[in-house]
T-cell receptor, first 115, second 114 residues
């Protein structure tokens, strides 16, 4: 049973479209994340979501909006897609610790290509 | 905010060679340190972690890393690499207080030649 699952795995779309990526974790973790990995493999945190508290990375454009219906799900919705949004998006989850000693479990990634 | 530097972008080794990948972080407070590995076409997996205690930590597949606080470093080592170690290696850090978000280095690609 996959611990952190993302759908779709591949997504090809036109500029200007709106798309969503879904993420679900069955580990019982209380914190979920979205990371963006660009073409140079650089991983950058976009959002983390813990018990209804959303922590936003201020460098993320507001075209990106995370939605968490419950603590097992954190979806990513992207409006008005741009070429620069092409990347692999990784969802992750962890059980938050007061000392940050939390290990992230990652999903397999969703490769978004904007044409 | 924390930042992580990995100075080796691409390392090419022959099988059985020894490996050391550099990682330095920048943060004034106490931190947790991690190494993650991403095999070709796969997701990130934890290789090892340091939270506290013995600064020399051992991970899976024969990897180890040493936390040197005075140098703000957490270098990854393996005495003898195998072809199957070919992957992208990411060092990461988070603060023990605050949001605890994990910040990654730019990664080091390791290619092991059989």
């Amino acid at each position: 049973d996959t611990a952190v699952s993302q759908t779709p795995k591949y997504l090809v779309t036109q500029m200007g479209n709106d798309k969503s990526i879904k993420c679900e974790q069955n580990l019982g973790h209380d914190t979920m994340y979205w990371y963006k990995q660009d073409s140079k493999k650089f991983l950058k945190i976009m959002f983390s979501y813990n018990n209804k508290e959303l922590i936003i990375n201020e460098t993320v454009p507001n075209r990106f909006s995370p939605k968490s219906p419950d603590k097992a799900h954190l979806n990513l919705h992207i409006n008005s897609l741009e070429l620069g949004d092409s990347a692999v998006y990784f969802c992750a989850s962890s059980q938050r610790s007061g000392t940050g000693a939390n290990v992230l479990t990652f999903g397999a990634g969703s490769r978004l290509t904007v044409l | 905010a924390q930042s992580v530097s990995q100075h080796n972008h691409h390392v090419i080794l022959s099988e059985a060679a020894s490996l050391e990948l550099g990682c330095n972080y920048s943060y004034g407070g106490t931190v947790n340190l991690f190494w993650y590995v991403q095999y070709p076409g796969q997701h990130l997996q934890l290789l090892l972690k340091y939270f506290s205690g013995d600064p020399l930590v051992k991970g899976i597949k024969g990897f180890e890393a040493e936390f040197i606080k005075s140098k703000f470093s957490f270098n990854l080592r393996k005495p003898s690499v195998q072809w199957s170690d070919t992957a992208e290696y990411f060092c990461a850090v988070n603060a023990k207080t605050g949001a605890n978000n994990l910040f990654f280095g730019t990664g080091t690609r390791l290619t092991v030649i059989p």
